[in-house]
C-alpha cells in the first residue's frame, strides 16, 4: 500500500511517501527556525501561515518523485498533538485530496510517529521494546507491544527534557532553537565546575521533572560573571544532569520490564552525548539500542507515512470530520483493528 504522509503539527512542514514493500519513496521537510529565531519561539499564526505557503510545493516534489498521484493508495496526516491552526493546514490538505483521488484518510498521533520511526531503518527493532520519547514537549518511556499498544512506563511531571533545554539556553543567552545551541556550547564547558541535581532519581519510580533543573542553574550563575566559558560550564553540567536522568531511567523501565530492545526517539535523541551514553549503557547491560537516524528526530513526514502505512493498511481509517487535536495523550491510542471511524 501506498501512502503519502503530511506532518505540519508545529514548526516543520513536510510531505512523504511510503510504499509497504519498496520502503520510503520521497520526503522533504521545509523548517520554519528562521521565521521564529526573531521572536525567541514559535508563533503559532506565523506557523500556519508558512505552512499554507510550503506545503504544496512540498507535496509536489514527493509526488513527482515518487511517480505521481495515481499510485496513491491512503493518505496519513497529524492530526495532533500540535498547535491547532498548523495542524487544519495539513488536515485540510490531506482530506481533500483524499476525496478528490478517492483513497482513505487517517489523521495520526504525532508522537506516535516518533515511537515507530525506528521502523524506517534498515534494521528495526522487534517488537515488543522499551522506548524512551523525548522531544520538545514530551519525554516518556513506554512498553511498546505492537502498533497501538502501549503501555506508559513513565512520563514528565511538568516541563519535558527538550522545554528545559530551550528555556536554559534562553538563560544563558543562546537563540532559538535553544537546544541544539546549547549542546554546541556544551562542548567547550569544564567537567566538574558546577553539578546540578538528577530529578528524581532518588526515589523508584519512572517519572521526569525537569523545571528545578532551570531553577538550580539561576542559582549557580547568580553571582557570576557570565562569561563565555562560565556559560559553557554550566551548559556543559546542565546537559550531563539531564542525559544521566534519562539513562537512570531508561536502566530501570529495562530493569523493570526484562526487555532487551531500546528505542530512543524524538528530536532530544538526536542530542549526541544521550546517544554515546545510552548505547555505553545497553552495552553494559547487553541491551540493542535502537535510534532513528537522526533526520527523523526530529518533525518529519516520513514517520506520519510509515505509521500511516501501518494503520491504513489494517483497515483503520476516518470520516470525513476534521479533528485537530492540540492534545491528545498516548493512553487513547488503541490497535487499528480496534479503532472505529471518527
Known amino acids: 500500500m501506498r501512502i503519502l504522509g503530511l506532518e505540519t503539527s508545529c514548526d516543520e512542514t513536510a510531505a512523504a511517501v511510503y510504499d509497504g514493500s519498496a520502503g520510503l519513496l520521497a520526503h522533504e521537510?521545509?523548517?520554519q527556525v528562521d521565521l521564529h529565531a526573531a521572536y525567541g519561539g514559535v508563533v503559532?499564526?506565523?506557523?500556519?501561515?508558512?505552512?499554507?505557503?510550503?506545503?504544496?510545493?512540498?507535496?509536489?516534489?514527493?509526488?513527482?518523485?515518487?511517480?505521481?498521484?495515481?499510485?496513491?493508495?491512503?493518505?496519513?496526516?497529524?492530526?495532533?498533538?500540535?498547535?491547532v491552526g498548523a495542524l487544519l493546514v495539513g488536515a485540510s490538505v490531506a482530506r481533500s485530496l483524499a476525496y478528490a483521488w478517492r483513497v482513505p484518510c487517517l489523521g495520526v498521533h504525532h508522537m506516535e510517529g516518533h515511537l515507530l520511526a525506528p521502523l524506517l531503518e534498515p534494521e528495526p527493532p522487534e517488537f515488543p521494546f522499551v522506548a524512551l520519547l523525548v522531544s520538545g514537549g514530551h519525554t516518556l518511556l513506554a512498553r511498546v507491544e505492537a502498533v497501538g499498544r502501549y503501555e506508559v512506563l513513565g512520563s514528565s511531571l511538568d516541563d519535558a527534557a527538550g522545554e528545559a533545554f530551550d528555556k536554559t539556553a534562553k538563560l544563558l543567552g543562546l537563540g532559538y532553537p535553544g537546544g541544539p545551541q546549547l549542546a554546541a556550547l556544551a562542548e567547550r564547558g569544564r567537567p566538574d565546575v558546577f553539578r546540578f541535581p538528577r530529578p528524581l532519581t532518588e526515589r523508584p519510580g519512572l517519572d521526569f521533572s525537569f523545571s528545578g533543573l532551570k531553577t538550580a542553574v539561576v542559582v549557580a550563575l547568580r553571582d557570576r560573571e557570565l562569561d563565555d566559558q562560565t556559560r559553557a560550564d554550566a551548559a556543559l553540567a546542565f546537559e550531563e544532569a539531564v542525559v544521566d536522568t534519562l539513562v537512570i531511567k531508561c536502566r530501570r523501565a529495562l530493569e523493570a520490564t526484562d526487555a532487551r530492545t531500546l528505542v530512543v526517539a524524538g528530536g532530544v535523541g538526536a542530542n549526541r552525548r544521550l546517544r554515546a551514553r545510552v548505547r555505553a549503557?545497553?552495552?553494559?547491560?547487553?541491551?540493542?539500542?535502537?535510534y532513528p537516524r537522526v533526520e527523523f528526530c526530529t518533525d518529519n513526514a516520513a514517520m506520519i507515512a510509515l505509521l500511516g502505512h501501518l494503520r491504513l493498511a489494517a483497515g483503520q481509517h476516518d470520516g470525513l470530520a476534521l479533528r485537530p487535536r492540540a492534545r491528545w495523550p498516548m493512553t487513547e491510542l488503541v490497535p487499528p483493528s480496534r479503532a472505529t471511524p471518527l
Open 29 to 31: 521537510v521545509y523548517s
Open 44 to 83: 503559532p499564526e506565523l506557523a500556519s501561515r508558512d505552512h499554507l505557503r510550503k506545503l504544496l510545493p512540498l507535496l509536489r516534489k514527493v509526488l513527482d518523485a515518487a511517480g505521481g498521484p495515481g499510485a496513491i493508495e491512503g493518505i496519513a496526516y497529524t492530526s495532533g498533538p500540535g498547535l
Open 281 to 290: 549503557m545497553g552495552e553494559q547491560a547487553g541491551v540493542r539500542v535502537v
